[in-house]
């Protein structure tokens, strides 16, 4: 059903406009439940709903008007992170820097 809302967002529907901006809101709100007023860490933003341009602009808005000065960044491929993850747990020696190649700023 997402990519049904991105989709229809993405032709001009009000609807999922409405469904998208909803979505942000409770993001936000929840992350509010645990983030101190304030707080100035990194925030990464990560899932596939979050790479969605709508969706990752409006959590980004809310961020920035709730937390000013937050650093966001988002997140690479989630099957890459995994992935990365399994090779480190297995013993192998995978360069850090390779890692942040897999993070980008949004």
């Known amino acids: 059903l ?42 990464v933003l990560a899932g596939g709903m979050l790479q969605t341009t709508q969706l990752r602009a409006e959590v980004r808005e ?12 988002g997140s690479g491929s989630g099957a890459a992170g995994a992935a990365w993850l399994a090779l480190r747990r297995g013993g192998a020696d995978r360069p850090e820097a390779r890692h942040a190649t897999r993070t980008t700023a949004s």
Request: net charge neutral.
């Open 2 to 43: 997402a990519r049904v809302v991105v989709t229809a967002q993405e032709t001009g529907s009000v609807a999922a406009t409405s469904i998208l901006a909803a979505a942000a809101d409770e993001l936000v709100e929840t992350l509010a439940l645990v983030r101190a007023p304030g707080a100035q860490t990194v925030l």
């Open 62 to 73: 809310r961020v920035a008007a709730r937390w000013p000065g937050s650093v966001i960044v």
